[in-house]
């Protein structure tokens, strides 16, 4: 054949004209291994650079000087069979395999096909780099401000069946083509959390280095609970938590801590200690063997004062409900949680804390646990760690700071003193997910005595945890932990931490404040606009309400709360079907429904702060 | 220059000759893009295929027919000048750019080059291609039998750094290429779970499709707490208990469940909502409100037992230490959980429950729960779940059944009679993670009483759960959860269903119950080994002594029971020096340190399990 015949006449080609029509997902790239001798001199040249550098260079350098015709066909029709072989050595030792995309029909495949299959070696990259291609395109996108956010639809019509993509399980297996139709599907229909306008939540935007921490976590798909099976991650988690301990400010990152599923559960983790450190027997004998035990946090509210909204103005909410939830749920009862009165920012009113204590004790209750929040969810406010604590160690009381969302303030030099006194904390949670922005999930839970956490939880299962091991057991995690099984959620964090430095933590943070303070001073006297509280605020909450230009004449009252409450809502509902952006609301006690602007996300910049403004007039304008 | 001039004469092509050494991580693929004009013909015809396959195979077609070599590179050129474009419009219509991977210096690329940075797209690509390549290498290699299990090195040196592995973090930003080589290192010096020969854990196994899902549910990066954030997966949420509650037999699939961090925390639920079943006041006013409650589970130990292993032999220990871990957090006490005797295999013996249920209401207290085990740690053993049901019927007790290993029985007609009653259990735990190999974590709580699970939970967080939203409401699962964000953990289960149907998780299952079968059948007779309990396991647990030749001729006594306990750790220390295989053992009770071996791995075969035994006595034979 000539030298310039189309490979696809080549029967050994993957390029050649497919017979029957291509299958969605079907690739072609270059299939290095069927380009035709002289053809593919320079691809062979890339393969040996490729592979092994110096002898690539070296194949690279002699095929430049040898420009016959015929020489170069034979040279190269060797070094095929050569590289063929390298190929092999290279991944014997200990190099790497080029992945190569091939042409590959998934319509026939299923997961039977890939590995541990016979042969499914290749259909297992190829399905793999098929699914890795979904989601670099999905990434892509996510950050082009050209995209929605989302492609709203209702729950019923997700279960009706979009376009073809049905939800519902089957017996029989679907092919794989099916399959990467179903990825590219449940993407379609869900929201772009790293898109710079989704402001909705507090964990926000898409770290690219934290995001293939977890493909390489899913990857070894490994366990916390002992060193055994996963002793880079554990050592990893121990040196992270050490370096936090550090930045919180007790004497040489001493103490203790684990990373848990989230800031309720490492909230919930504070109150078992603080009940075990005064009451050790309650694990063996129960609640039983306790005295009426009271907590404290800032005041929470409840759906039930949302209905009152308008006749009950004293009613405020700032701490995070999972208090609430770990009082309910370790046998404190949620009567026993006693909410502390805040300022009109939402700081808790040390006053109020120590008569409460003290009308507690004259009770006969006993007081053993506050916390404190740094950073609220809503209006993002420090309680003051310092006066709290004070209170704290003249009762005997646990410190706890629930620094969630504040926590991350900790690295920037500029930010933390909102969190002054944190080191006098018996406890801190602290979720890295949040305002680093580190994937979901990513919490933790930090001690300042060691020892603490292992007593209150260990049960000493001999066959996860035995003590005759041959390395040093002491690095087993898995008995501290109300966990068995433990999610890898360091190995993310920790590879952020080495990409950024702690600086690179510094600058999010930094910038997404200036952000915030940019959106205050934005609105804080636009027309339209009217901040929840005054002041700015002291985290990246901005709490405000628009004001329709129907509402804008009408006085103060009844009539216009009620309609000023559906506004948000009304904003918020078109906002997600138009898809453009996305930012909270919420009721506050007797504020009506008013937006919570959050700022976390590494994507964002100001001029998407002012197409947020923007879109909220243009939705809100003829409310 | 020449139509054969290689390439790197020209200043465009990145197959250029590097003038400087290239760096790790530098790749080479051909760029298409560089090819010179005749030379890429083929390549061409390539891309012109994958874009736009009809126009492709129309141009390509064409090429074919014209020889002409001037012909020829005019018609490239042009081509590749339209190519671009139809890239482009392929982007804009909807389709996917196709992903190359380019020679990238990763050495002076840091993470704040990365997306959102301008012009981050491309090294970003980059990047996640080259982490997917080590990736991808890894999974080849994880299937390998030639490949190590494990690396092993104990604490201290993985702390010293390993070959300029430091774990430590740093102020200052790492550039991207060391951030790749860390991510080589941390696969280097973990443990291959998914490894044929990895029987360590009753989570094994590194199922592809699982994989994917984990991937894109990572790169979704959401939040299960509203339909909002995750309307997709909260649906497959819904539907996939749904099926999970039709598979357990309640009618019509009705109830309620949650997908939660780990078998732990799911049958800590259980405790948490059988309480609030019958004393709901508790959530308010604390276990104070309720007489002594008393929980029942089969007999666990601890490690004061192995201590004493020699001494006291009327010690055993079958059901999971969460449900002590829950009895101590939840504020019940442990001493208020009773532990039931079992027979040799380790199930429940109904009478004896009776007989403590009667004492324990003597005594005045209240018996309130009581789990039944369908597969238990060590032994596998399945309690006789209809009895126990009788027995709960019989006193108004809750009963769960902790189906965390053995729950996924329910898949497979042919071994599902072992959970027999299971529809009568008032919840039931069943981890996907474990036997049907969904990578971790993938644990369910699944409740047959509809809305309790909602009012044992709720705290009614109004920041979030808005009563107010465009939406159904009621999709917005995060209020029946102790978490408040959590993790998406039913997209790879979901996608997995899918792709292997109903009957590939029965196959697997079958699969992994005849492998055991196989290991039982081929040691119970076998010189040197001997079982920990006769007749053949319930489930994939099989476990055994192994009796070195030292110890064969020795009687029965305190001697020889206090060498054969030293030989199972002897033999795992030596195994995970050689890094071949990986096995648990452990003491059970009166019973010195046994193997356990168990089977959820889908890459073992028979010839892994001969493997496993021959490795034992090659390791063992001497001591």
Redesign the interface.
């Known amino acids: 054949m000539?030298d310039?015949?189309?490979?696809?006449?080549s029967s050994s080609s993957s390029?050649s004209?497919?017979l029957h029509p291509?299958p969605p997902f079907k690739?072609?790239?270059?299939r290095?291994s069927s380009?035709?001798p002289i053809?593919g001199?320079?691809?062979w040249?890339?393969?040996a650079?490729?592979c092994t550098?110096k002898l690539g260079?070296k194949i690279?350098?002699f095929?430049?000087k040898n420009?016959n015709?015929e020489e170069?066909s034979r040279i190269v029709s060797s070094l095929k069979e050569r590289t063929a072989k390298t190929l092999l050595s290279c991944?014997n030792i200990g190099g790497?395999?080029?992945?190569?995309r091939t042409e590959t029909d998934f319509s026939n495949l299923?997961?039977?096909d890939?590995?541990?299959a016979k042969n499914?070696?290749e259909p297992?990259?190829q399905?793999?780099?098929e699914?890795?291609?979904?989601?670099?395109?999905?990434?892509?996108k996510t950050?082009d401000r050209s995209t929605k956010v989302l492609d709203?639809?209702?729950?019923?019509q997700?279960?009706e069946g979009m376009e073809g993509f049905n939800?519902?399980?089957?017996?029989?297996?679907?092919s794989?083509e099916?399959?990467l139709v179903?990825?590219r599907?449940?993407?379609k229909?869900?929201?772009r959390?790293?898109h710079?306008r989704f402001f909705?939540?507090l964990?926000t935007g898409?770290d690219?280095?934290g995001?293939?921490g977890?493909?390489?976590?899913?990857?070894?798909?490994?366990?916390m609970f002992t060193?055994?099976?996963?002793?880079?991650?554990v050592?990893?988690e121990q040196?992270?938590l050490k370096?936090m301990r550090e930045i919180i400010g007790w004497p040489d990152g001493e103490g203790d801590g684990i990373f848990s599923?989230?800031?309720?559960?490492s909230n919930?983790y504070s109150v078992?200690i603080a009940r075990y450190k005064f009451f050790p027997e309650?694990?063996?004998?129960?609640?039983?063997?306790a005295p009426?035990l009271i907590l404290f946090t800032s005041d929470?509210?409840?759906?039930?004062?949302?209905i009152n909204i308008a006749t009950d103005g004293r009613l405020f909410?700032q701490s995070?409900?999972?208090i609430?939830?770990a009082?309910?749920?370790?046998?404190?009862?949620?009567?026993?949680l006693i909410l502390l009165n805040t300022d009109e920012r939402g700081r808790v009113i040390p006053a109020d804390l120590e008569a409460k204590v003290i009308e507690a004790k004259q009770k006969g209750y006993v007081p053993i646990y506050v916390n404190a929040t740094a950073g609220t969810?809503?209006y993002g406010a420090f309680d003051p760690i310092n006066e709290i604590a004070d209170i704290c160690e003249k009762y005997g009381m646990w410190l706890h700071v629930d620094g969630a969302w504040g926590g991350g303030l900790l690295m920037s030099r500029k930010h933390r003193h909102k969190l002054n006194g944190v080191e006098r904390a018996n406890s801190v949670t602290w979720n890295p997910?949040k305002m680093m922005g580190v994937?979901?999930?990513c919490s933790a839970i930090l001690v300042r005595e060691r020892g603490i956490l292992q007593g209150c939880?260990s049960?000493?299962?001999?066959?996860?945890?035995?003590?005759?091991?041959?390395?040093?057991v002491t690095?087993d995690t898995g008995d501290k932990?109300?966990?068995?099984?433990?999610?890898?959620d360091i190995?993310k964090f920790?590879?952020?931490?080495?990409?950024?430095?702690?600086?690179?933590f510094e600058q999010h943070i930094d910038k997404c404040l200036d952000l915030s303070a940019y959106l205050y001073n934005k609105i804080k006297h636009r027309e339209g606009f009217e901040m929840v509280f005054n002041g700015e605020p002291q985290h990246t909450n901005v709490c405000f309400w628009y004001i329709p230009p129907s509402l804008r004449g009408m006085p103060d009252g009844e009539e216009r709360r009620k309609r000023l409450h559906?506004v948000a809502?009304k904003i918020?509902?078109m906002m997600?079907?138009s898809g453009t952006t996305m930012v909270?609301?919420?009721?506050?006690g007797d504020k009506v429904?008013f937006f919570?602007m959050v700022i976390s996300n590494?994507?964002a910049t100001r001029s998407d702060i002012d197409f947020l403004i923007e879109e909220i007039e243009r939705l809100g304008h003829d409310l």
């Open positions: 000539s310039w015949d189309c490979p696809s006449s390029l004209t497919p291509p690739l072609l790239l270059l290095i380009v035709s053809q001199y320079d691809a040249c890339g393969v650079h490729g550098r260079m690279c350098g095929l430049q420009n015709l170069r991944d790497d395999v080029r992945f190569r299923f997961a039977r890939l590995l541990p499914g070696e297992t990259m399905f793999l780099l699914v890795v291609e979904i989601l670099t395109n999905y990434i892509r950050f709203f639809h209702h729950p019923h997700l279960l939800l519902e399980l089957s017996d029989q297996p679907e794989l099916q399959i179903d990825c599907d449940s993407l229909y869900g929201v959390t790293g710079p909705n939540q964990s898409l690219i280095v995001l293939a977890e493909w390489l976590t899913s990857t070894a798909n490994t366990n060193y055994e099976i996963a002793p880079v991650f050592l990893m040196l992270t370096k599923p989230g800031g309720a559960i919930m078992m309650v694990k063996t004998k129960g609640m039983a063997a009426r929470t509210f409840t759906l039930s004062f949302i909410s995070h409900y999972s609430k939830k009082s309910a749920a370790l046998g404190f009862g949620t009567e026993n969810t809503v997910h994937p979901l999930q939880n049960m000493c299962a001999g066959y996860l945890f035995q003590p005759d091991k041959q390395y040093d690095y932990a109300i966990q068995c099984g433990r999610h890898v190995f920790w590879l952020m931490w080495k990409a950024k430095g702690t600086v690179g559906k809502p918020k509902a997600m079907e909270g609301y919420q009721p506050q429904n919570r590494a994507a």
